[in-house]
């Protein structure tokens, strides 16, 4: 079972033609649907992103326009996730 629409080419080309079922798997479209409690918990988890990023952004300017730095990658990394942490719910 394989929808080779979104499939890759090669794990698609793999299969023989008389065992594949070109389709959605059925399971797909109810992964899909969200419930109340899940969007709402959807919607917390992009607010409170939300507010790490805005803090990562306002570092990000100060260090490279105010300070003059260049920062890496890994610090990049090492902020952002510092200020997802702070956050309620950081798992």
């Given at each position: 079972?394989?929808?080779?629409?979104?499939?890759?080419?090669?794990?698609?080309?793999?299969?023989?033609?008389?065992?594949?079922?070109?389709?959605?798997?059925?399971?797909?479209?109810?992964?899909?649907?969200?419930?109340?409690?899940?969007?709402?918990?959807?919607?917390?988890?992009?607010?409170?992103?939300?507010?790490?990023m805005?803090?990562?952004?306002?570092?990000?300017?100060?260090?490279?326009?105010?300070?003059?730095?260049?920062?890496?990658?890994?610090e990049?990394?090492?902020?952002?996730?510092?200020?997802?942490?702070?956050?309620?719910?950081?798992?």
């Amino acid at each position: 079972w394989i929808d080779k629409s979104r499939a890759n080419y090669a794990i698609s080309r793999s299969i023989p033609p008389h065992q594949l079922l070109d389709a959605q798997n059925a399971i797909t479209p109810m992964k899909a649907s969200k419930n109340k409690t899940e969007l709402d918990g959807i919607r917390r988890a992009h607010l409170v992103d939300g507010v790490a990023m805005a803090q990562f952004i306002a570092w990000l300017e100060h260090a490279i326009h105010t300070e003059g730095r260049a920062v890496s990658e890994v610090e990049i990394d090492a902020v952002l996730t510092g200020f997802r942490a702070k956050q309620e719910g950081f798992v």
